[in-house]
């Protein structure tokens, strides 16, 4: 079996099974169907990974729900916040924080944001956008301050998606 643990710790610091309830803050007045997550991504089913007493307890503060899956060799974070905050942050701060190395930052066609991570022998390509099903944004700062100045425009899907790689 894998070690997924610095996955699921960038999880933690971070988003599935139809009508899944995943760990959550209810701070909000949403209903609760919103917390259900869609069953595929991309074309490829998704099957949730159990969240970790650490992770539990960072989703505790967390402004909305999280819930971290594996679909096709990929791990996929969702992050659904109602309001803005700076606990939604980049990805690469928790591969950093970690030990991983970044290169390779660019902003692809669709708007997301795109680098490799690579520590020791683990490649890692990683994808995040924020998204409110019709503004998206490639970094958590402008996508903070629209939340907060446009607080009714939520809520927000922060999806990151993390692929290993065997080489660049």
């Given amino acids: 079996m894998q070690n997924h643990t610095p996955l699921l710790l960038l999880g933690a610091s971070l988003g599935l099974i139809q009508g899944a309830r995943i760990f959550s803050h209810r701070d909000h007045d949403l209903p609760p169907n919103l917390a259900e997550w869609p069953s595929h991504f991309q074309g490829a089913a998704l ?4 969240p970790t007493e650490f992770e539990k307890s960072f989703a505790a503060n967390f402004p909305g729900d999280i819930a971290t899956f594996r679909s ?5 974070i969702l992050r659904r916040a109602t309001r803005g905050t700076r606990r939604l942050h980049a990805s690469e701060t928790c591969l950093r924080s970690s030990g991983y ?8 066609l669709e708007n997301w944001l795109t680098y490799y991570a690579k520590k020791n022998d683990q490649i890692l390509h990683v994808r995040e956008q924020i998204t409110d099903g019709s ?7 402008p996508w903070f301050w629209h939340a907060t100045l446009n607080p009714k425009s939520g809520p927000w899907i922060a999806t990151t998606v993390i692929t290993p790689v065997k080489s660049l």
């Avoid at 190395?101 to 692809?108: F, L, P, V, W």
């Avoid at 503004?135 to 700062?141: E, H």
Wanted: hydrophobic share 30%; glycine share 4%; aromatic share 4%.
């Fill in 135 to 141: 503004r998206n944004w490639n970094s958590p700062s």
């Fill in 101 to 108: 190395e970044i290169s390779s930052r660019k902003i692809d």
């Fill in 47 to 50: 099957h949730l990974i159990e």
């Fill in 72 to 76: 096709a060799g990929r791990q996929i």
